[in-house]
């Protein structure tokens, strides 16, 4: 084919930032799935209390995160706010029994999974195109604090955090690198990509580090540590607006195309662990380096992602070495679609998508 010139950057970064902002509105949530979704959580909430008076059911994950998509699932955690509670298993034995007399919802009991869980989860019907599904687990306070901490990354600059990320979740879903179970990342591995991306990579920084900014009055270790672990982290989000700013101004196309840039490469995967608290470790000074004779560790720190307040988990244990191939690969592919430029923007769009 004749060659034609290749569109200059500036023109395809705006075109392809507007298509980034329609394609991700497009695929939010709707307040009537909102709506629907706190419904089942009310529900289920006064079923709870039947067996236990002084439970609270609340959301995490991405309906409480600011990064929900369009029919993502319902992550519920259970919490008792008293002394003398059931044994984990015992409750979910009930409570699976309860839902199945009291409820339309499908239900399958794990009371002896390595976190004990519900799973609840209704058939497509109109007006509810895709169903719901569901999973009540108990008393995870750190998930519900970490929920908490990326929701205050989405609201510092949501144009640019949320875009990308719910980006990014489209995408390694479509390309299909996004099941912790077969070997690849969950949307939460992701999601810490982004950030640490957009934080330790990006010069000037596009977010501050929320755990690293000091305390305006002093606190007690009381009340920053929860089961031994420092969840600490600046979360006044309207005074965090009125003092912080970034000086960085690129589109949310321009920081895309670098991260696929970075992470398929500059980032070291075989040395290098990625922490949103504390910036750019090294394996070694975690333990979690390739040791030969740690076979399984080598195993599990192929990628490694430092969990923001459970610092000894890596976020990223699951991730294979074919897993991380494939990422590496699905990395390299978008930048090569995104650094060819064509001549329409939403054309490069379908194609990281496809
Ligand atoms: P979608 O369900 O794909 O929309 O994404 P999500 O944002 O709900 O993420 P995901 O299902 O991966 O995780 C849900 C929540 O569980 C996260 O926000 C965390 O609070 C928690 N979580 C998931 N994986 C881990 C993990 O490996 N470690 C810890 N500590 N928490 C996790
Ligand atoms: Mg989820």
Redo the contacts with the bound molecule.
Sequence with gaps: PPQRPQIPKHQFCADLSQCLFDFVVQLLPTAEELAIKEDVRKLLERLIRTIEPDSRLLS???TA?G???RN??M?LCCLIDSEDRLPATDLVNMLGDLFARETKFHIKSLPHARIPIVKLSLDPKPGLPFGIACDIGFENR??LE??RL?MCYAMIDPARVRTLVLFL?VWCKRRKINSPYKGTL???GY?LLVIYFLMHVKNPPVLPNLQQIPPMRPISQEETHLNGHNVWFFDDINVLRQRWQSSNTESVAELLIDFFKFYSRDFTYNTGVISIRAGLLSKESKGWDNDPDKGTARERNRLCIE?PF?ID?N?ARCVTRDGLYTIRGEFMRASRILAARPERAFIALAQLCE
Aim: aromatic share 16%; hydrophobic share 40%; net charge negative.
């Design positions: 995490f994950g991405s995160n990064f929900s998509l993502s699932d992550d750190l998930a970490n929920t990326l979740k969950s949307s939460y999601v969990d459970e988990f976020v």
